[in-house]
């Protein structure tokens, strides 16, 4: 299995970013991929996951800025972020779950198989 983050960089408060994982090797058909970020010190904040159906659910913190979807193809899957601030400055990974169900508790990073390398944030004031 491998994903692999990319679109972060530097951004001004207030403007948006497009991340992307794209997802290879992957032979099972039931999965999920989850978006979370995590800062120096801190624990790994969930931000948004989607399932191989579509069927996505967010951190209500993060459901107002942050949107996720993914492609006809089901190889990359995006997290649209939007009025960015300062405190969304972090590593953002993707990471992926191949046991269900999926909506229960999809938030706890622990519940996940893989993920990518990360792609870093930074929101500056």
């Known amino acids: 299995v491998q994903l692999v983050e990319s679109g972060g960089g530097p951004v001004d408060s207030g403007g948006s970013l497009r991340l992307s994982c794209m997802i290879s090797?992957?032979?099972?058909?039931?999965?999920?991929i989850t978006w979370f970020r995590q800062d120096p010190g801190q624990g790994r904040e969930a931000i948004s996951t989607i399932t191989n159906a579509d069927i996505s659910y967010y951190a209500n913190s993060m459901k107002d800025r942050f949107t996720i979807s993914r492609d006809a193809a089901k190889t990359t899957v995006n997290l649209g972020m939007e009025t960015l601030k300062p405190e969304d400055t972090a590593v953002y990974y993707c990471?992926?779950?191949?046991?269900?169900?999926?909506?229960?508790?999809?938030?706890?990073?622990?519940?996940?198989?893989?993920w990518g390398q990360g792609t870093q944030v930074t929101v500056s004031s």
């Open positions: 990471e992926i779950r191949f046991h269900g169900p999926y909506g229960l508790d999809w938030y706890k990073w622990t519940k996940y198989d893989y």
């Open positions: 090797d992957v032979r099972a058909d039931n999965y999920a």
